[in-house]
């Protein structure tokens, strides 16, 4: 099952784009849970497609706001940006479903030691999830080359150690413009360049993201 667990374009023509020539094969794609009480199903339901949308929502906190990362669990896939070490160490041990972002601003804090508490603290219900296209806009960022080399040279250690102790990892584009759009292909693509093999890339890009799914369904 191809998922896309987090599409960032808040606007209904560029979504049924991306549906129709981008990821013509998707069959799961997380949006925002405003766009698809505005104007989506209706439009979507002319594409013939059998596609399965999940409501999300990106929210960011830090260690005395966390319960804001919980407020639409049931309703909504909440992804949750952590703005401090603390934060981030209690998303590893709440008994609840968790999905920890990773963006630029966050990768060090969602870093090794992160993993580690998620592994310790047991059961299947945490889950990291890196939002790709933010860092893609590194290349144009100052010091290009300074930054890309440290940027995708964490994200490997992130995934590569996730990978290793089993810890739920998954990568989305995050692509908010239409001049952004990256589709599982690239995604695909890139991965391979980091170094991960076919069988490392459909655990973060099918098996990971399927199973994330079913556990926020088995949570409702």
Same mark, same amino acid.
């Given at each position: 099952?191809?998922?896309?667990?987090?599409?960032?374009?808040?606007?209904?023509?560029?979504?049924?784009?991306?549906?129709?020539? *981008? $990821?013509? $094969?998707?069959?799961?794609?997380?949006?925002?849970?405003?766009?698809? /009480?505005?104007? #989506?199903?209706?439009?979507?339901?002319?594409?013939?497609?059998?596609?399965?949308?999940? =409501?999300?929502?990106?929210?960011?906190?830090?260690?005395?706001?966390?319960?804001?990362?919980?407020?639409?669990?049931?309703? *909504?896939?909440?992804?949750?940006?952590?703005? $401090?070490?603390?934060?981030?160490?209690?998303?590893?041990?709440?008994?609840?479903?968790?999905?920890?972002?990773?963006?630029?601003?966050?990768?060090?804090?969602?870093?090794?030691?992160?993993?580690?508490?998620?592994?310790?603290?047991?059961?299947?219900?945490?889950?990291?999830?890196?939002?790709?296209? =933010?860092?893609?806009?590194?290349?144009?960022? =100052?010091?290009?080359? *300074?930054?890309?080399?440290?940027?995708?040279? #964490?994200?490997?250690?992130?995934?590569?150690?996730?990978?290793? #102790? $089993?810890?739920?990892?998954? *990568? &989305? /584009?995050?692509? &908010?413009?239409?001049?952004?759009?990256?589709?599982?292909?690239?995604?695909?693509?890139?991965?391979?360049?980091?170094?991960?093999?076919?069988?490392?890339?459909?655990?973060?890009?099918?098996?990971?993201?399927?199973?994330?799914?079913? /556990?926020?369904?088995?949570?409702?």
């Amino acid at each position: 099952m191809k998922a896309n667990m987090f599409l960032a374009l808040n606007r209904c023509n560029d979504i049924l784009f991306y549906i129709k020539f *981008v $990821d013509g $094969d998707l069959h799961v794609v997380g949006l925002d849970s405003s766009i698809l /009480t505005e104007c #989506l199903i209706d439009e979507v339901n002319k594409l013939d497609r059998d596609i399965l949308f999940v =409501p999300r929502r990106i929210v960011k906190a830090d260690e005395q706001s966390l319960g804001k990362c919980f407020e639409f669990s049931e309703s *909504v896939l909440i992804g949750c940006i952590p703005l $401090d070490t603390g934060g981030a160490r209690r998303l590893a041990k709440i008994h609840k479903l968790s999905v920890v972002v990773v963006i630029p601003t966050s990768i060090r804090i969602v870093n090794e030691s992160q993993i580690n508490f998620m592994h310790q603290s047991g059961g299947r219900n945490k889950y990291i999830e890196i939002h790709m296209q =933010p860092f893609l806009k590194t290349f144009t960022a =100052p010091n290009l080359n *300074v930054l890309i080399e440290k940027s995708f040279y #964490l994200l490997g250690n992130i995934i590569e150690r996730a990978l290793k #102790l $089993d810890v739920g990892i998954i *990568v &989305s /584009t995050a692509s &908010s413009e239409r001049s952004e759009l990256l589709s599982l292909t690239h995604l695909d693509i890139i991965l391979f360049y980091m170094g991960f093999s076919k069988r490392e890339r459909r655990l973060v890009m099918e098996v990971y993201p399927t199973e994330l799914l079913l /556990t926020w369904l088995s949570y409702r």
